[in-house]
């Protein structure tokens, strides 16, 4: 049983160019969350969607970033025009249908992204 | 909006001590989870806890949490080196969108634990 998957582990971006991190949750869950590791700083939330909906993206910077969560194959967090602000950890985390309150919050081993 | 702080923000002991990591919220907790985050990797989840007094072992790590659902307090006893990295407390704060319910996790800054051999 497979936990939370993200590709790729490492990803080096120069600046202007696009990143793309995705993330293919636990099998059956529907629920998936975008968290950021800046560096010296905490986690935190990003975005929450369900398949084919964004819910909550209230912790989205307002331009470059997109997330979506297709019917099919994984989630996707999409950086546009990367700056060396956006050098984080990305993390993403899914749950139960039910919702993470009773069942937890499973995270993947996250993408480290690098803007040189 | 609630914060949380962890205290101590590093902590170094020898192994085979006993160590306590603390969780402090703003706000009252709804719940309470308790990540271990090794440098370069993700989070691994240890425990969850939702009931004031409420407590929970595995292994060699005890979680709690206060009667007041303020404070989670994380205690490892005869620590050994595979328990170095960073603890991470998070606590949801619900919300409802969308036709259902959710929880954001919002964590304290983190413990970084070193345990000498």
Redesign the interface.
Known sequence: NAGVMQNPRHLVRRRGQEARLRCSPVKGHSHVYWYRQLPEEGLKFMVYLQKENIIDESGMPKERFSAEFPKEGPSILRIQQVVRGDSAAYFCASSPPAGGLNYGYTFGSGTRLTVV | SQELEQSPQSLIVQEGKNLTINCTSSKTL??L?W?KQKY??????LM?L?KGGEEKSHEKITAKLDEKKQQSSLHITASQPSHAGIY?C?A?T??F??G???????????TILTVHP
Do not use: D
């Open positions: 709804y719940g989870y990540y370069g990797e993700g989070l691994i989840f969850m939702q991470l998070g949801p619900y919300h969108a969308g259902t319910s959710y929880g954001k996790l919002t964590f304290g800054q983190g």
